[in-house]
């Protein structure tokens, strides 16, 4: 690794960066093929280095997986993965309109809130059977 001043003393290993994500470097290296991570800069001897830039955008391709995107849905928006991994992100509406990443977004919203009043419907079912009313 690098010294002071010369921008390197953030970088990390595979290792270090699947920990510092939250994730395995099985995973990292399965972002990069499918396109989602940039290719990492490589040491002399090949190992994958990467920076707080990378560290951030897989937390961000972490948590829209959670969210219930696909892969095939972040590959669509992918170079657009960055902005989400600034500290405040843009606004949502700042994507133009029509663009891929829009679409993708709308339909999971759309799928989470239908989600959220199914669940909502059977808490107050099993509220009203654990209350003796149902």
Do not use: K
Not at 84 to 108: K, N, W, Y
């Amino acid at each position: 690794m690098g010294g002071p001043g010369d921008g390197e003393w953030d970088r990390m290993r595979i290792g270090e960066a699947a920990a510092a994500a939250g994730t395995t470097p099985r995973a990292l290296r399965f972002y990069e093929q499918r396109g989602l991570l940039p290719p990492p800069v490589r040491t002399a001897s090949g190992q994958r280095e990467y920076g707080p830039g990378e560290i951030a955008r897989v937390r961000v391709i972490r948590d829209l997986l959670a969210l219930g995107l696909t892969i095939e849905d972040l590959r669509s928006c992918a170079d657009r993965l960055h902005l989400l991994a600034q500290d405040p992100p843009p606004r949502c509406g700042s994507v133009e309109p029509g663009a891929p990443a829009s679409g993708i977004v709308g339909r999971r919203l759309a799928a989470l809130d239908t989600e959220i009043d199914r669940l909502a419907g059977l808490r107050e079912n099993l509220a009203r059977r654990a209350s003796g009313d149902g």
